[in-house]
């Protein structure tokens, strides 16, 4: 018997199976890429809607709002920290010099700034970037032991609220519908924290405002403007109000450097021109000052328009 001959290796076949395998390889790849790309893009997309349609889809209750307007972009990142939720902060808010002093500020202890033994039926959250299977959701940060899944595929950090039905069978696995920011606001009635926008001018504050009615009262407050005292209770009728509040030179100062505004009297610009600290002794007051003060004050003043409906 002849022995077997040993198989010759066809190096040629081999680089072509070789080269198809490879090809196939990056294709996969490319494939891959292009629909983890899909479905960030896709989360982007759903993530907006969610807020631009937030203020019209769930305004059962139809929701009064009051804004407030101060000058200093340095706020901006101070007023969003406090905000924020203790267990969401590291993740949104890295070291930075104007946050140096943040540990002493005395802190909001908002209704959803929850702890992780508190029950509430929403929660906010941020999305995490823990593996899962495609198109099977996402996992959500809400604060508690263990993550939320949530049904919508949504792009990793991404700050969410999160309703959390009480019905859940195991508490270890629980299962949340992401909604827009201000529903618990709209279904619940509580309070639910405030957004921060920056203004480059003062026409910009008056002019883009997210509702899509506007302000329909917009309040200016200086030293120049009317006696608090002279306006009558509850005569001040809101939906979406404006306060705007100046720096040290006043709101006429900001009304003159703004290229869109070329008027002598800053009344004009408003619907309500305020001093709501009349015969105050100092030449200024401080901003965080005024606030306090005007809110107070105009806590009579103003009267809701969803509590004159009732």
Request: positive net charge; glycine residues 6%.
């Amino acid at each position: 018997m002849s022995a077997a001959k040993p198989e010759v290796k066809n190096w040629k076949e081999y680089n072509r199976k070789r080269k198809e395998f490879r090809k196939q390889w990056k294709e996969e790849k490319l494939t891959k890429k292009m629909k983890k790309e899909d479905l960030e893009k896709e989360s982007k997309n759903k993530a907006q809607e969610y807020t631009e349609e937030g203020n019209t889809k769930y305004e059962r209750r139809d929701i009064c709002t009051i804004s407030i307007a101060v000058p200093g972009s340095i706020l901006a990142r101070i007023l969003q920290y406090l905000e924020c939720p203790q267990y969401l902060r590291k993740y949104f808010f890295p070291i930075h010099k104007d946050l140096q002093y943040a540990g002493v500020l005395n802190p909001l202890d908002a209704p959803h700034h929850l702890r992780q033994e508190d029950e509430f039926l929403y929660r906010e959250g941020i999305v995490t970037n823990k593996p899962i299977k495609a198109g099977r959701g996402s996992q959500v940060n809400v604060g508690l032991l263990n993550e939320v899944h949530v049904d919508k595929v949504l792009m990793a950090g991404l700050r969410v609220t999160v309703k959390i039905p009480s019905d859940q069978p195991n508490r270890k696995k629980m299962k949340g519908i992401i909604v827009p920011p201000n529903m618990p606001r709209a279904e619940t009635g509580i309070y639910w924290g405030y957004n921060v926008k920056l203004a480059k001018n003062l026409t910009e504050v008056l002019t883009n405002c997210q509702y899509k009615e506007g302000y329909d009262l917009m309040i200016g407050t200086s030293d120049k403007g009317t006696s608090i005292d002279e306006i009558k209770a509850k005569s001040l009728k809101y939906h979406h109000c404006l306060i705007v509040f100046g720096g040290l030179a006043g709101l006429e100062a900001a009304i003159d450097v703004d290229p869109y505004l070329n008027i002598d009297d800053s009344s004009l610009v408003f619907d309500k021109y305020i001093n709501t600290c009349p015969q105050q002794g100092s030449r200024t007051i401080r901003t965080e000052e005024a606030i306090l003060l005007t809110l107070a004050e105009l806590r009579t003043k103003l009267v809701a328009k969803e509590i004159l409906e009732k």
